[in-house]
């Protein structure tokens, strides 16, 4: 698995009317990160089509699209974007785009500091076998799994982390999944990231409690 993804959030605008309901909710390699409407953001590689649209070409901070036989260029940070509907919003924490465009900010697992990189695009918090060890995840508590990378199928587990905290946000009980190679980060994925709306303006992101 290749750590450094390519990872922001943003909004389609001056869409014509026949993808006006298409987001660009982010990057990720050599997918782009697509909202159909209130849907959650779902990967789709070059040359795959989700719900009529078309992807044509994915590039660093735009994607190109084809729907009804015309094509146009989604853009990052044109306009606020976001996922999930508001409900109460009993905490909240704002993220700034580093240099590169991704969200990181430090946090902690079962208690340990750790740094995160926010991923839209990942089922699961993924964090690498020697920082799992190292934080005390017992692997062998966990279910062995087979998975997909750039490089090939490789070994994984699926265990569930007690605690997660980003700012004041946490969540007890994470799903996560614990791969062979080491990551600088660790990827923060929607098994923390559900129970919050995300909404993106320029370069911030901001979480908040439903």
């Not at 849907?39 to 789709?44: E, I, L």
């Not at 996922?83 to 946090?107: E, I, M, P, Y």
């Not at 993924?126 to 090939?152: C, F, H, W, Y």
């Not at 929607?190 to 901001?206: A, C, D, H, V």
């Amino acid at each position: 698995m290749k750590p450094a993804v390519a990872l922001c959030l943003a909004l389609l605008c001056g869409a014509p009317a026949m993808a006006q309901n298409v987001q660009l909710a982010g990057i990720l390699g050599s997918k782009a990160l697509l909202v159909m409407g209130a849907g959650a953001p779902r990967a789709v590689a070059v040359g795959q089509s989700v719900d009529g649209v078309r992807v044509l070409a994915v590039g660093r901070e735009e994607v190109s699209i084809e729907a009804d036989g015309q094509r146009q260029t989604l853009r990052l940070g044109d306009g606020p974007v976001s996922v999930g509907a508001r409900t109460s919003a009993r905490a909240s924490l704002v993220l700034h785009a580093n240099a590169g465009g991704h969200f990181v900010d430090s946090g902690s697992i079962n208690g340990r500091p750790m740094q995160f990189i926010v991923d839209t695009g990942a089922t699961a918090v993924s964090i690498g076998r020697a920082e799992a060890e190292r934080l005390g995840v017992k692997l062998q508590d966990g279910k062995p799994v087979r998975m997909q990378t750039a490089n090939g199928t490789t070994q994984g587990w699926l265990v569930k982390l007690a605690s997660v905290r980003i700012g004041p946000l946490e969540q007890h009980d994470v799903q996560a999944i614990v791969t062979q190679e080491p990551m600088p980060y660790v990827l923060l994925g929607n098994s923390f990231l559900q129970p919050y709306e995300m909404t993106r303006k320029g370069g911030e992101l901001t979480l908040q409690s439903r």
